[in-house]
DNA sequence: TAGATTGTTAATCGATTAACAATC
DNA sequence: TAGATTGTTAATCGATTAACAATC
């Protein structure tokens, strides 16, 4: 199996949920074609895509198994074997992303919250418990948790950040507007709303100036 | 002024945060490398994509004045004038992003928020009104309001975008998981949680893998 | 069999990086 | 002046697309 593109990595998940909604639609077989109408991308692309993930090779004229096709993603992208989360934040931010019932689909499960405003020890939010920052080293140990969602103001994310890596947490998914400084050996994501709206404003006035 | 590339987009934002930050620290010039350094970027990369934009040249030897190129910077992106934007769906998800202070600095604001289950026909969150679906039509209308975000479930969403559409609707914002069909006359950006962290659960597994 | 669709190699396109002259 | 830094042209790298043989 060859290493695939950053770009391919992204189109993944795409084609991921396309495949469960082919599914979901009784389809058992599928071409790249259907795929690429489906997302706007050229046939070609996804055949190529999809080669460098697949176990399988797809039939001639039939075209692709559905069903192994989203096994054989989800495995290569970790969406199998659910890995736990801890979110530290519990403001709306954090409440939403608590809530947020898909991500079990991604293979993350956030299994409890931290804050600093909690004069108690213990709260409860969607059902999971909100620790006080000062137990966050304790339960990520007890817990083995990898993964750390930063939703705190951006004032604190860096201390926050440092907090975490100190804890034994090695990916941190950052929803706070600065570019936060980790070392090599751990795996950070910034959600960056200001990039997806520069996108989108840039050719929103492209659109209205041709009109 | 040239086409700058998809890429380049992408990551004027974050020179406008480090710039910006910058500024706070009270430098008034600024180099590529500081730059660089600073978003584990190359310099040369920088000044390539700063010449994309900006409108004065960098003064070799002192770099280039801080305060310009955030100008600059704010102005290419159209985050200076402000555009008013509507969400629909006001959950968790919404309430968090109608609450959010920071869209201001990327120039848009949210005015109102609709839902379904408000039976009365006008409630308030964060501040700002939230009317009933029904009213959608009329008020993107009167206020002229180009952008709408989408944070209702995936069920509706595609029905949502339509109905955005049919009001007037010109750039989506979408947070439900599924792939909007859109005119090519109006812009669309999905914020696509599963693809990042598709790329943060790859990056931790071939971390953990090293161990 | 004929036709549709796959998988792969080669060609093209676009973005990054290197090299270097210009200049404060 | 010497040294640092810019801006740009050319070289490299990586990703997409085109072409086409293989095959169900």
């Given at each position: 199996?060859?290493?695939?593109?950053?770009?391919?990595?992204?189109?993944?998940?795409?084609?991921?949920?396309?495949?469960?909604?082919?599914r979901e639609e009784g389809e058992e077989y599928v071409s790249s074609t259907v795929i690429a109408n489906r997302l706007n991308l050229s046939p070609i692309q996804v055949r190529k895509d999809i080669a460098g993930v697949s176990s399988t090779a797809g039939k001639?004229?039939?075209?692709?198994?559905?069903?192994?096709?989203?096994?054989?993603?989800?495995?290569?992208?970790?969406?199998?074997?659910?890995?736990?989360?801890?979110?530290?934040?519990?403001?709306?931010?954090?409440?939403?992303?608590?809530?947020y019932g898909n991500f079990k689909n991604y293979g993350v499960e956030i299994v409890a919250g931290f804050d600093t405003n909690t004069e108690i020890d213990?709260?409860?939010?969607?059902?999971?418990?909100?620790?006080?920052?000062?137990?966050?080293?304790?339960?990520?140990?007890?817990?083995?948790?990898?993964i750390g969602i930063i939703t705190v103001p951006k004032e604190n994310a860096q201390e926050v950040c440092d907090l975490l890596i100190k804890a034994g947490i090695r990916a941190i998914w950052n929803f706070a507007p600065v570019n936060l400084k980790v070392p090599d050996n751990i795996a950070i994501k910034n959600e960056d709303m200001a990039a997806s709206l520069a996108v989108l404003s840039k050719r929103l006035s492209e659109i209205l100036k041709n009109e």
């Amino acid at each position: 199996m060859e290493g695939i593109s950053k770009e391919t990595l992204l189109r993944l998940p795409t084609y991921l949920r396309t495949l469960k909604e082919l599914r979901e639609e009784g389809e058992e077989y599928v071409s790249s074609t259907v795929i690429a109408n489906r997302l706007n991308l050229s046939p070609i692309q996804v055949r190529k895509d999809i080669a460098g993930v697949s176990s399988t090779a797809g039939k001639p004229k039939t075209g692709f198994n559905v069903n192994e096709l989203i096994e054989d993603m989800s495995e290569f992208l970790g969406f199998n074997d659910s890995s736990q989360a801890i979110i530290v934040g519990v403001g709306q931010l954090g409440k939403a992303l608590m809530g947020y019932g898909n991500f079990k689909n991604y293979g993350v499960e956030i299994v409890a919250g931290f804050d600093t405003n909690t004069e108690i020890d213990f709260a409860e939010e969607n059902g999971k418990p909100v620790y006080n920052i000062n137990k966050l080293s304790n339960i990520v140990h007890r817990l083995g948790v990898h993964i750390g969602i930063i939703t705190v103001p951006k004032e604190n994310a860096q201390e926050v950040c440092d907090l975490l890596i100190k804890a034994g947490i090695r990916a941190i998914w950052n929803f706070a507007p600065v570019n936060l400084k980790v070392p090599d050996n751990i795996a950070i994501k910034n959600e960056d709303m200001a990039a997806s709206l520069a996108v989108l404003s840039k050719r929103l006035s492209e659109i209205l100036k041709n009109e």
